[in-house]
């Protein structure tokens, strides 16, 4: 079979590679504990239910607008004043199937081949392969002080007359850090000052703790909409845990955002109606629903610092937003895909190798699932990676055996 040299150079997304590995031992009856994947258990909001279910009972489902229905535009308006203090127009925003084709649609319409798109690592998976996915180069930054904060010196360092866009997620997935808004700022001023664009992924931007700010962009620029080269890409799968719902959005300059549509219309024309209708629910709805998710999610990071604290020889900076940990597994194994693979033959643990984001040594372990998931997701692992450990034990009510698979 003849396929595309490009298609080839692709690689899977290994969290959703791991989903799947995931199920398939559940459904031979293994009790596999899932610490890869980023997305809570809660039920998603009420006024996004009744929304979607007052468009379904209608019986009048139909095409939209590609680039959204007036009314979520009008909530995602709403939605980006109340956030970031903008006001923007309906002509500078599109509605896509998830953040994830925001981000595609975003890189599609700025990169030519051989452009270079500045990435920070660690990252999140599916950067590198977008910018791959439009012959576009991927120029990979790590922080040279082993820390997992991004520094201009090292982006300087990275810069080139090809570089066309620098990609910022804070707060990050999957260190869990907040950039400090020095950082933002002197990135934002740099940006503008040499005109390369800056693609905020501000998908986690509410989920933080301890009374942590995750600053917008936007607040570092005078400049409006039109002239700025802040762009930004949101969405309701996290915030509201609406994974499954498909709704992202991007915010950028009205050139831009005609672009993204006329690329839209020919690939996937509007983002699906229901679930349109169920977004402007979350949006237009008591906000109390993301403040409950986020006080969950951030007693669950209170729950897996403290069992991280007594694993022995792991090092784990402390999350301050998303549902992500990034602790360095290098006491025990320097090789993150051989260290994954053992903790799930052995433990029935699922957790993300490090080299997935750029950062060896390290294993992502998501704390969006329950507390007893989290806890004994990783007694199972200190169980597991002690040479001391018995046989068998019982962690919870499960008799754990060692050499499951
Ligand atoms: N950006 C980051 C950093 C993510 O972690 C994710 C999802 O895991 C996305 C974007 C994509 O979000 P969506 O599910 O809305 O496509």
Known sequence: MSISQLARSIVDSPTLRLNEEARLLRERGLPVIHLGIGEPKNKAPINAILSAANKLNSGDVKYTPTDGTPALKKAIIKYTEDNYNRIVAPENVIVTNGAKQSLFNVIYCLVDPQDEVIILAPYWVSYPEMVKMVYGMPI???????????????????????????????????SGMVFPPEFIGALVEFCESKGIYLIMDDIYHRLVFDGTKAVPGYQFTQKDIESTKVIVTNGVSKIYGMTGFRIGWVIANRRLVEVMTNVQAQMTSNPATILQSAAEGALNGVQSYAESLRLTIENNRNVIMQELRSFNGIRVPEPQGTFYCLPDFRAYQDNSVVLADFLLKKALVVAVPGIEFGIEGHLRLS?????????????????ALDPESPREIYIGDRKMIRDWL
Do not use: C, Q
């Open 140 to 174: 990979v930054v790590t922080p040279k002080d082993g820390t997992f904060y991004p520094r201009m010196e090292d982006i300087l360092e990275a810069v080139s007359s090809y570089t066309k866009a620098i990609i910022v997620n804070t707060p990050n997935n999957p």
């Open 367 to 383: 704390f969006s699932g329950t507390v007893k998931d989290i806890t004994e997701g990783i007694a199972r692992m200190k169980w």
